[in-house]
């Protein structure tokens, strides 16, 4: 079985500055800090073009 969330290992917080905080779950198409929970959307598409 997948997991899903996945660490984003070696990334820092904007919000809160912690780093190795951050966490993606791909299935709710979010990044989430766990030590100050500031979040934020992703796009998942992928179709774009420039």
């Known amino acids: 079985m997948h997991e899903l969330a996945y660490l984003l290992d070696g990334l820092r917080c904007s919000a809160c500055l912690a780093e190795n905080t951050l966490w993606m779950d791909l299935a709710a198409g979010?990044?989430?800090?766990?030590?100050?929970?500031?979040?934020?959307?992703?796009?998942l598409d992928g179709g774009e073009e420039l």
């Open 30 to 43: 979010l990044v989430e800090c766990r030590a100050c929970g500031q979040g934020a959307l992703i796009a």
